[in-house]
C-alpha cells in the first residue's frame, strides 16, 4: 500500500484526475498530507505535478495546507495562509509549520480509517453474500416449480 500511495503521488498526481481526486479527498478528509515520514512530505518536490507546476512552485498540493476550522465551507476551502503552506522559506527548521501545513502522513491514518471501519465493511460483504444466496435458492425452488 506504501508503494503504491508513493507511486501514484510521484507519477500520476496532477496528470491523472481520478488520482488528483483521491489525494484531494484523503487528504482533506483525514487532514493529512504525503504518504509516511519514510517519504515526507518534500517528496511531493520530486513529483511531476511539481514539476509541471508555474515558478513559483508549490511545494505542496493545498490539499496538504490547513483550513479555517479545519473544515471545507460551500465546496471552497478557505486556508489559513496558503501561500505559507506552499512556500518554502531558505530554513529548513521553519518548514512545514503545523499551523499552515498538515504534516500528519496519510498512510497511518488511512490503515487506521480501514480498520476501524473494516466490521462495517465485512458486515456489508457478507449481508451481500447472503443475498445472492437466496436470491439462487428462490431461482431454484421457481425452476423446480416450472418443470
Known sequence: ???????????DYGFVDVVNDAWDALQQALRCCAVDDEYGLTNWRHSRW??????????????CCRTENDAI????????NLTACQARSGKPDD????????TQPCLGLAKHEVKE?????????????????????????LFREIE
Open 1 to 11: 500500500m506504501r508503494q503504491q500511495m508513493h507511486d501514484t503521488m510521484i507519477r
Open 50 to 63: 511539481h514539476e509541471k507546476e508555474a515558478s513559483p512552485r508549490p511545494f505542496l498540493p493545498a490539499t
Open 73 to 80: 465551507l460551500e465546496g471552497h476551502p478557505q486556508y489559513v
Open 95 to 102: 518548514w512545514p509549520n503545523p499551523e499552515y501545513v498538515y
Open 117 to 141: 471501519h473494516a466490521v462495517i465493511l465485512g458486515s456489508v460483504g457478507i449481508s451481500i453474500a447472503g443475498l445472492l444466496v437466496l436470491g439462487m435458492i428462490f431461482a431454484m425452488c
